[in-house]
């Protein structure tokens, strides 16, 4: 039987936060012991890869697969309190697609240009979302996440093609969406523990990192459950096949509130 700490069920709000500006802030997800734990196991994670990506077309180094590798960070992965409030935000059963450890030096940064998640998504899903979890204080000049609220209801197509953002990184969103530009920002300063939730479909942002210390964050990626694989032009394949559902033991479902897995 899985215990879930119904403290963190979310309130009205935060649930109405996500759904209607596409992303919401929740302080306080993780417990100072926790925050402590889990930044030790991240700090691992990026020792032990030998090869760290720069993602996002900015310096982040971020581990591949650190969900799958180490187990702490698979526990904070699929931690029955972030996943019951996950399911709460999306208001439908889910899967945890990804887990991986991000950060950002201080010294040597560059932002991380503006997009959204679903362009790079290798899902037919209803629903994509991240957790970015912060496990150090990430204040705005150390690079925490600005959005763009209710970016993820503009018109237009759902994505649009990889090549396009790669040939224009920072400006792909704005140049298929002009009134973007114009659009209103939000900046969500982290305490240590503290997490902000936001749609794949919703534009994001952070900042250089121009503090004097590490940005170290935890994201977790969540998708519908009945989600199947789609590949995508220009990325590198899974072992998966096209139009199929995703696999229990690989991604496994989120624990609900009344789960007996
Ligand atoms: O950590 C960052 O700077 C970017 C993270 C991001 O884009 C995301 O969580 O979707």
């Known amino acids: 039987m899985t215990t879930i700490d119904t403290a963190h069920a979310a309130a009205e709000h935060t649930v109405e936060d996500f759904r209607e500006r596409g992303f919401t802030h929740v ?3 993780l417990t100072p012991d926790e925050v402590a734990r889990f930044r030790t196991a991240a700090e691992e994670a990026l020792a032990a890869q030998s090869n760290t990506d ?3 077309g900015t310096r982040i180094t971020a581990t591949t697969d650190a969900w799958e590798r180490h187990p702490a960070l698979r526990e904070l992965a699929l931690h029955p309190r972030i996943g019951a409030l996950a399911e709460q935000l999306a208001g439908m059963p889910l899967r945890v697609w990804g887990g991986e450890v991000l950060r950002k030096d201080p010294g040597h940064s560059a932002p991380t240009g503006w997009h959204d998640d679903l362009t790079f998504a290798l899902l037919d899903s209803r629903l994509i979302f991240n957790a970015w979890i912060a496990l150090v204080d990430v204040p705005a000049e150390r690079g925490c996440l600005t959005f763009l609220p209710g970016s993820h209801r503009r018109g237009g197509p759902d994505r649009v093609e990889l090549a396009e953002h790669k040939s224009d990184p920072d400006n792909y969103l704005f140049t298929h969406w002009p009134e973007l530009r114009w659009s209103h920002r939000v900046t969500i300063p982290l305490r240590a523990g503290g997490a902000t939730f936001h749609q794949g479909r919703t534009a994001h ?8 210390e590490v940005r170290l964050s935890f994201l977790v990626t969540f998708t519908d459950a009945d989600a199947t694989y789609r590949p995508l032009p220009g990325h590198d394949p ?3 096949s096209p139009g199929q559902p995703l696999p229990d ?3 496994p479902r989120t624990p609900r509130r009344d789960d007996t897995r």
């Open 54 to 56: 720069e993602e996002f």
């Open 249 to 251: 033991h690989r991604y």
């Open 238 to 240: 899974l072992d998966l």
């Open 205 to 212: 942002y952070a900042c250089a990192n121009a503090s004097t």
């Open 27 to 29: 302080p306080n997800l």
